[in-house]
């Protein structure tokens, strides 16, 4: 069974920080791309950010300098640490595992950025 379990999603204040956590499955995280997307209220669904294997990342512009991401490849889990988070960011984070064809996707979870 292929499973990628997201956590660390919340409500916080703009400027705050959430760090979310992603769990894979052994099968779908060694050699895979590892990223996260997200989307908004009526939106489409996004890349934020992801990781090879090889340790490469690649952001979108609206977050550069505000998100990292990271994995641990012993723990089968990639991270993604926000800072500096702004209303826009609100919304369902989904980590994505990524292998040539084989694409696979977490249940998501809600990140809100509200005073």
């Known amino acids: 069974q292929v499973q990628l379990v997201e956590s660390g999603g919340g409500l916080v204040q703009p400027g705050g920080s959430l760090r979310l956590s992603c769990a894979a499955s052994a099968s779908i995280f060694g050699g895979y791309v590892m990223g996260w997307y997200r989307q908004g209220p009526g939106k489409q669904r996004d890349l934020v950010a992801a990781?090879?294997?090889?340790?490469?990342?690649n952001f979108a512009d609206t977050v550069k300098g505000r998100f990292t991401i990271a994995r641990d490849n012993a723990k089968n889990t990639v991270y993604m640490q926000m800072n500096s988070l702004r209303p826009e960011d609100t919304a369902v984070y989904y980590c994505?595992?990524?292998?040539?064809?084989?694409?696979?996707w977490g249940q998501g979870t809600q990140v809100t950025v509200s005073s």
């Open positions: 994505n595992s990524r292998l040539g064809l084989k694409n696979y």
């Open positions: 990781i090879t294997s090889g340790g490469t990342a």
